[in-house]
């Protein structure tokens, strides 16, 4: 039991080394940084609509409204995608 766990451990350990992230500037001229690869994306001043196969949330809505940030998570590839704009 013990060695699957250890065995598990060091295999998710190295995934996480080994994935790396990339940042570029996106079309909107913001930042947008990948991590784990493309399992969470991390976009600033990304004011684009994210797409209809996602699971979508507007936390400005939740959190309060100080004028559009522009920021936009995505995890688990696009399947949910938290903005605020």
């Known amino acids: 039991m ?3 766990l250890s065995t ?3 295999l998710l350990a190295a995934s996480l080394v080994f994935s790396g992230c990339a940042s570029r500037t996106n ?3 913001g ?4 991590l784990l690869g493309g399992a969470v994306v991390v ?3 990304s004011f684009q609509p994210p797409t209809p196969n996602t699971l979508n ?3 400005s809505k939740i959190v309060g409204s100080n ?3 522009g920021k936009k998570v995505s995890i688990l590839w696009g399947l949910i995608t938290l903005h605020d704009y």
């Open 2 to 4: 013990k060695l699957k």
């Open 8 to 10: 598990t451990l060091a």
């Open 27 to 29: 079309s909107s001229g």
């Open 31 to 34: 930042k947008e940084t990948t």
């Open 43 to 45: 976009a600033k001043d």
């Open 57 to 59: 949330a507007d936390t």
């Open 67 to 69: 004028g559009p940030s």
